[in-house]
């Protein structure tokens, strides 16, 4: 009944309780690996201090380990993944705009274990966004069991994403927004139920894993001079701006240059993650801090444990091993990493704003939790949240002004500069624009074979007229989308064009039919009014 009728409304509701309940376990199964990998790799039983811990390590042990770690993944994600890229948030909400709601299955798992041995092993990102694709596949496949149309392929996405996110952070608020901000990148009310429901199942399994904490503790009350001292927060929210403009350059620089060396070197794309291991153990061996999530690191800085010359050096060489990770292919996500440079990008802007001012300021952890969250919104594009998510790690909901503050000037200068977000931007640099909205990507949804009509032997579209516009360069491939076909009818004026096969340069293009201009619009229209549809019922 499913698989023919669909779900209805109570059914839907009971998938996504039992999708929230899985993608939850699946969060903490992906966490626990990683602390059990990461202990048996150091030798040491407390990886929440596994940076200190590594000062202690034999350097060329500290080298060896995310050496070998990335020949492990590169190994993996050459064998299961037809261009050596680890899968992540970018491609789920892909998936969500562009493939009714479905994401890569071998790829994705592929992806999680790589992505789980990069983080064990030493590589320098986040746990959120292979845990993301991980619960993307677990949606699909549920999707793919009952038949789901776009709609509710949709849905099922966003309930996963979302008790991913809130299993991984104990933040089931954040979880159930981040998915309708971030994956689904509408707010639908009646999404909205079926994704809050999911969304407690994952903190659910998260609480009876390790009980009813926050992943931080501040160290002491965070206090705000309220307007006196709310302009330097606007000064934080512009600073954080081009930190995270600089973190993301740095990526896409790195995998180009990355990308270069590998062709010009004619290295094997297995050992590129290999070399980038390699590189960042021996940057861990003076900077242990790099391995990992972070969040030893993190924790400090939001406690106001290091001090100014620490936090600067940290904070760039952060940047730097994360570029190195995900620019080698080594995988993991962005958010812990945003999470951790912002804490030590406002930590350091907090002790020179409550030197300068001291009567007037309050505490330096405040501009460290302000920073976390303003680095972060402004990566991900997703700053309600990010804000969200920043109150349910640490349990502090009275100094919401100054992260919110921090969080909007962030998000609104980074936005400017980049594709509204890294993800968005990732997918731009595959040349898919999503940043446009519906109206721009929804071209590329609707194949050109797909409207084709027979050529006529008295109207306007007969072989004789194609064959004319043929040798004249008008045409349209028949396994193209309307995104190239209405150029073409922009450039040429005709209310139709030609549509052939090519073969390629040693046999002529084979004439298929033709295309009408008309059809093409009302293909384009029905498209948008199903997405508004979507979006507003």
Known sequence: MLRDRGPGQVQFWFIALVLGTAAGLAAMGFRLGIE?????????????????FARTLPWYWVVLIPAIGGLVVGIILHRFTGDGRVRAVSDVIQGAALNDGRVEKREGIASAVASWITLSSGGSSGRE???????????????????????????????????AVSASFNAPIAGALFAMEVILRHFAVNAFAPIV????????????????????????????????????FLILGLVAGLVSVSLMRAIFWADAVGTWLQRRMALPRYLRPAV???????????????????YETTSAALTGKLVLHEAIVYAVIKTVAVAITLGGRMGG????????LGALTGLAFGIIATGIFPEVSGSESLYALAGMGAVAAAVLGAPISTTLIVFELTGDWQTGLAVMVAVSLSTAL????????????????R??????????????????ATLTRDLSADGPATEEAAWELIEQGIYIDGAATLATAMPVFDKGGANWVPVVTLWGEDRPPELLGALYHVDALKAYNKALAETAAEEHR
Do not use: K
């Open 197 to 232: 429901i999911a969304s407690v199942a994952g903190t659910v399994v998260n609480r009876l894993v390790f009980g009813d904490v926050t992943e931080f503790t501040l160290a002491e009350h965070s206090t705000l001079e309220f307007y006196v001292e709310l302009p330097a």
């Open 414 to 429: 980074a936005s400017r500069i980049v594709q509204r977000s890294f993800f968005l931007t990732q997918l731009y640099r």
């Open 276 to 294: 980038a291991g390699l590189v960042l153990g021996g940057i861990a061996i003076w900077y242990p801090h790099i391995i990992g999530v972070g």
């Open 129 to 163: 966004g292979p845990v993301v694709h991980l619960a993307g596949v677990l949606a699909t496949w549920v999707s793919d069991r009952i038949n789901a149309d776009g709609v509710t392929g949709r849905d099922l996405l966003g309930c996963a994403v979302a008790a």
């Open 333 to 340: 996500g962005m958010f812990s990493p945003s999470l951790m």
């Open 431 to 448: 040349n898919i624009h999503l940043a446009a909205g519906p109206q721009a990507y929804l071209l590329s949804m609707v194949r050109v």
């Open 36 to 52: 059990t990998l990461q202990a048996a790799l150091y030798g040491t039983e407390d990886v929440a201090h596994l940076h200190s």
